[in-house]
């Protein structure tokens, strides 16, 4: 059974950087698309970040509100991928969860992914 685990949230302040871990187990994960999508109270879940398995001219996508800001990166043989997150605003205040699937294609749709970490709450204060 797939399970995927989300760790590194915290309490920082506005400017600050924090990276954010995600460890899956109980498959192959190889040949898997990662994806990073946060919720912020009263709001919908939303894209962040997501890195396909294949190569492509593209193999990080990002939203625009965090590029340039946010990095997703992944560990193959580690079964991991993390986000790091630079120069944090107050709105970047939410819970962050990790999600994988095997498509490479609709990356930014919540949809399309079949297993997803409980999230890590991540707080910017001004």
């Known amino acids: 059974q797939v399970h995927v685990e989300e760790s590194g949230g915290g309490l920082v302040q506005a400017g600050d950087s924090l990276r954010l871990s995600c460890a899956a187990s109980?498959?192959?994960?190889?040949?898997?698309?990662w994806g990073w999508f946060r919720q912020a109270p009263g709001k919908e879940r939303e894209f962040v970040a997501a890195t396909p398995w294949v190569w492509t001219a593209v193999n990080t996508y990002y939203a625009d509100s965090v590029k340039g800001r946010f990095t997703i990166s992944r560990d193959n043989a580690k079964n991991a991928v993390y986000l790091q997150m630079n120069s944090l605003k107050r709105e970047d205040t939410a819970v962050y969860y990790c999600?994988?699937?095997?498509?490479?294609?609709?990356?930014?749709?919540?949809?399309?992914?079949?297993?997803w970490g409980q999230g890590t709450q991540v707080t910017v204060s001004s």
């Open positions: 109980g498959g192959t994960f190889s040949r898997t698309t």
């Open positions: 999600a994988a699937t095997y498509t490479t294609v609709g990356l930014t749709n919540a949809a399309v992914y079949q297993y």
